[in-house]
């Protein structure tokens, strides 16, 4: 009976599962406009809709802000 050697088995184990990595978290990233662009525009959505957002919980939740927002939202 040949008895095996557990470093034999883990080399190949280790090896393999950094071939497998290498694609995805070891890949070089390259530079892309259509990237960086999506990505501003995605933060300034983001930014604004938080904009939005609080303004509006504020008017629910108190009355106390509702004539400044309004004059500062609708000032003509």
């Known amino acids: 009976m040949v008895k ?3 470093q034999k088995i883990t080399k190949k184990v280790t ?10 978290i070891l890949a070089p990233r390259q530079a892309s406009t259509m990237n960086d662009v999506k990505t501003a525009i995605l933060l300034v959505s983001l930014t604004v809709n ?7 919980l504020i008017l ?7 004539e400044q927002l ?3 939202l609708l000032n003509r």
């Open 60 to 66: 629910k939740l108190t009355t106390v802000y509702d």
């Open 4 to 6: 095996k050697t557990p």
């Open 15 to 24: 090896k393999t599962s950094k071939k497998n990595l290498d694609g995805w």
């Open 50 to 56: 938080l904009i939005v957002f609080i303004i509006w």
């Open 70 to 72: 309004y004059n500062v």
